[in-house]
């Protein structure tokens, strides 16, 4: 570590300890040229993105399970695999651009349901329905109603600017 004022790359530790909330390391340190004194921070840093699941358990990020269920809510649909691809790409970014290295699985959802209700309504559909663990006609049907009430609220807000 150099030391921030002489830029002396001989400091020492002077004293050790965990933040307030235990998610990193205090180090004093104190160069030993100029005997300056000045404090760092270790935190916890992982390759990838960590994704905590529902039941609590923690995995790896996953590119190829995102893409796989994108890919079968888009089954059949005319989305273009490069649209999937740009589509998984953004959500990685989102994810990456965080400053969290866990993220949890519905904030995953969250984001892959906003992006393929703006893509595709049937995909959206899909994918919710899964994902949102329907069990009842009842909830497909109350998605289904919102899905087509803000559709008719975009034509009806296109026809009344004309």
Do not use: H
């Not at 960590?50 to 989305?79: C, M, N, P, W, Y």
Request: aromatic share 6%.
């Amino acid at each position: 570590m150099n030391c921030p004022d002489c830029g002396n790359e001989r400091t020492r530790v002077i004293d050790t300890g965990t933040s307030a909330d235990g998610t990193s390391v205090r180090r004093r340190r104190e160069c030993q040229r100029c005997s300056f004194r000045f404090t760092t921070y270790e935190r916890p840093e992982w390759e990838s993105l960590q994704v905590k699941k529902r039941d609590g358990t923690i995995e790896s990020f996953d590119r190829q399970k995102l893409r796989a269920g994108i890919e079968r809510a888009v089954e059949k649909r005319e989305v273009a695999e490069t649209t999937v691809t740009a589509l998984v790409d953004d959500i990685e970014s989102e994810l990456q651009g965080r400053e969290a290295r866990i993220v949890s699985s519905s904030l995953i959802g969250e984001l892959v349901s906003e992006n393929l209700r703006t893509l595709d309504k049937v995909a959206y559909i899909r994918f919710v329905s899964v994902y949102k663990a329907f069990s009842e006609p009842q909830e497909f049907l109350r998605e289904l109603d919102a899905v087509l009430d803000a559709e008719l609220d975009d034509f009806e807000a296109s026809n009344s600017s004309l």
